[in-house]
């Protein structure tokens, strides 16, 4: 970690993502010599490459405006590097090495054949025009294309980049390819190479990694009050899920504030966060002025001042600070989890398992939306689209088997899960051994 501080000076977020898994993995790594022979670790811990190109369009007055766009192709040991695409004000090299980092674990935890990637640009998507977005996407894809494909990089969405940003991406990229690729992106809309529940993945295998954690100690899902942050793609595939499931979502945030819902939410608000994402105003006080009574919203605060028994960051990473975790923790939070990437802060994670409360790290929480995307793949191979329900089959399988791993390498002396242990050990050591195996190169 010194030798990494000084080489990459600044580069907090990947530093953090770093620090946390060489910790985890320590002494295990210890035990295998091989690993330290091979230098696996001052190997795995910088990218294979770093793409970094401008990104020059149009906005509606006509005016040219210029952004910087990013592909970091991390690990290709298991598989084509796979990984998401974030559009957002605050992107940088720093940001897209710790979740391009994050993603080599998290794929290999779906133990399918992915690689671990990751791009964005400091694009602001928020109150731009559809024909906005489809230029900044088309220009992005101008420099892009030559370097994803289904067995070289196939990106996904991410924060900032739907259903919407995919198909502007995708219609450049076959169009410069000259070729229907579909397998070159997922995330794309079901009817030309999408995949049923895709858009609901993410939330989906969040919320059935959380009920296995519930079960774990005996508890049951129904009746649980849960508090969401964010109202994207990523919380309204949760809200649908848990809900689903008998537990009552009680809180929505965003950058403005938090909305309670004391008696849940229902369908017809959480058809409305659809709505929400899609307007680009980023502003979940829009909630409250469509269901007055039942919704409550409160600027400046977030989803953990409402009392919960489930805390779930969906938003960003680092948006759980230890004050907020001592607050849930006061308020009764039985169970947290991560849906974002790094959604919590080092010091709040300590906080919650110093009170002894079950902790689900994102790598493993929220392999939900890449593992369908690895399903997406394999359809688009296939050229065929599965039901609803082979995908959902596939995806809770692939959610309790990464459970079981986190299980498996995470229980203590004492009985207790470390989950943030387990889910680093496992996905480590298919990388490592694969590693091994494929030479020095």
């Avoid at 670790?41 to 990013?70: A, C, K, M, S």
């Avoid at 994050?102 to 935890?109: G, M, R």
């Avoid at 689903?244 to 009680?250: D, I, P, Q, S, T």
């Amino acid at each position: 970690m010194t030798a990494l501080e000084a080489k990459h000076p600044g580069e907090n977020e990947y530093l953090q993502a770093v620090r946390e898994v060489l910790e985890s993995i320590e002494e295990v790594y210890n035990q295998h010599p091989e690993f330290e022979k091979a230098k696996i670790v001052e190997r795995i811990v910088e990218p294979d490459r770093i793409f970094t190109f401008r990104v020059t369009w149009v906005d509606r007055n006509g005016e040219v405006q210029t952004n910087l766009g990013y592909r970091v192709q991390y690990n290709a040991a298991l598989g084509a590097y796979k990984g998401g695409l974030r559009f957002h004000k605050a992107v940088n090299v720093s940001m897209l090495k710790f979740l391009g980092f994050e993603q080599i674990f998290k794929n290999s935890l779906t133990m399918l054949p992915l690689g671990g990637g990751k791009g964005g640009s400091d694009f602001d998507p928020v109150g731009k025009t559809d024909e906005e977005i489809m230029r900044f996407c088309q220009a992005f894809m101008y420099e892009l294309w030559r370097n994803i494909g289904p067995d070289q990089d196939s990106p996904a969405g991410d924060v900032g980049v739907g259903g919407r940003e995919i198909g502007y991406l995708y219609g450049a990229y076959k169009k410069l390819a000259r070729e229907h690729s579909t397998g070159a992106l997922t995330g794309k809309s079901y009817g030309w190479g999408g995949s049923l529940i895709r858009p609901e993945a993410t939330g989906f295998g969040a919320i059935y990694y959380v009920e296995r954690m519930v079960k774990q100690t005996g508890d049951k899902m129904e009746g649980k009050r849960i508090a969401l942050s964010g109202f994207g793609n990523v919380a309204w595939g949760a809200a649908i899920k848990a809900t689903e499931l008998g537990a009552k979502v009680v809180a929505l945030s965003g950058p403005d504030g938090v909305c309670e819902l004391p008696n849940g939410i229902d369908k017809e608000m959480i058809d409305y966060m659809l709505e929400m994402r899609a307007s680009n105003r980023n502003k979940v006080e829009d909630m409250a002025t469509k269901f007055p009574g039942k919704a409550v919203f409160t600027p400046g605060k977030k989803a953990w001042m409402v009392k919960c028994d489930i805390a779930c960051p969906c938003a960003f990473q680092n948006e759980l600070a230890e004050a907020d975790a001592k607050e849930l923790i006061a308020n009764g939070v039985k169970y947290v989890a991560e849906v974002s990437n790094m959604g919590c802060q080092p010091a709040a994670i300590a906080a919650f398992q110093a009170a002894k409360i079950p902790f689900g790290p994102g790598k493993a929480v929220n392999a939900g939306g890449v593992a369908t995307s690895g399903l997406e793949i394999c359809q688009n191979a296939e050229h065929r689209n599965w039901t609803a329900e082979e995908v959902d089959k596939n995806l809770h399988t692939i959610m309790n088997n990464i459970y079981d791993m986190c299980v498996q390498y995470g229980k203590q002396a004492d009985g207790t899960i470390n989950y943030v242990k387990g889910a680093n050990i496992a996905g480590f050591m298919r990388v490592a051994n694969a590693m091994l195996a494929q030479g020095i190169i």
